[in-house]
């Protein structure tokens, strides 16, 4: 390929993208909006914070190539090009948010893995729904697909790690490593189920200091 060729690709590929942009941004802002209203009427909120990225065109092309998925189907089979990650303080809270996305018209949920009920090999733990989402750019009506990870603070924590750490070692982690981060991940199940006993305790503590911390906010 000629310079020329790379950068009209280049070019291709970030309008095909754009859509995605707007919908990640959106997504953000319909999660955040429940955080909110949960706060200003001095409720729990289940979502703890959300996180969103378009998945970079490297990494769409090298999914493709490991896949052997065909460059007219990359949109279809590619299914987290719009990724957004919510984060949970406690387990209970993933079901809540589960049956919120189900509840909402604007969003149309294709399938979901329950990494929580089947951990990966990896001790990966998390709740994923691939959505259907309608964007209604300058271009028009376009339906795309985004992939929600729904996962506990602890279970975050520990994916992060294991993430950053496959990306060093280019996913050939030395066996050591790998039974250390599958400890880890029995611990952080230990954690989210010691938290769940005391939830309630923490719940009303945290709202009866967010409620104080508000009103003295407003005044
Ligand atoms: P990134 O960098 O997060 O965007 P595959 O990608 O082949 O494993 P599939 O069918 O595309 O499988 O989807 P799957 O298994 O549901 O995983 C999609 C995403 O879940 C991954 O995206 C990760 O974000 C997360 N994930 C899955 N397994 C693990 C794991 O063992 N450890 C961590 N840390 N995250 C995991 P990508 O595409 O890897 O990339």
Redesign the pocket.
């Known amino acids: 390929l000629f310079w020329s060729e790379i950068v009209m690709e280049i070019q291709l590929w970030r309008e095909i993208l754009l859509p995605y942009e707007q919908a990640v941004q959106e997504l953000k802002i319909k999660f955040e909006s429940i955080i909110n209203e949960h706060r200003m009427l001095g409720n729990y909120s289940p979502i703890e914070f959300v996180d969103c990225?378009v998945?970079k065109i490297s990494?769409i092309l090298e999914?493709a190539q490991?896949?052997n998925i065909a460059i007219n189907k990359i949109e279809e089979e590619i299914?987290?090009i719009a990724?957004i990650r919510i984060i949970c303080q406690f387990v209970e809270d993933i079901d809540r948010v589960v049956e919120i996305i189900k509840s909402r018209k604007d969003m149309e949920v294709k399938y979901e893995?329950d990494?929580i009920a089947n951990t990966?090999e990896?001790?990966?733990r998390?709740y994923?729904i691939i959505i259907y989402y309608h964007v209604y750019t300058a271009q028009g009506d376009k339906r795309i697909q985004a992939?929600i990870?729904i996962r506990t603070l602890a279970m975050n924590f520990w994916?992060?790690i294991?993430?950053s750490l496959?990306y060093k070692y280019e996913r050939n982690m030395p066996k050591e490593i790998q039974e250390r981060l599958l400890s880890a991940a029995d611990a952080v199940l230990h954690l989210d189920k010691e938290m769940s006993v005391i939830r309630n305790e923490i719940i009303t503590a945290q709202d009866k200091f967010n409620f104080k911390s508000n009103i003295i906010a407003d005044i």
């Open positions: 990225r998945k990494s999914k490991k896949k299914e987290d990724g893995k990494y990966k990896s001790g990966y998390s994923h992939e990870q994916a992060t294991e993430h496959q």
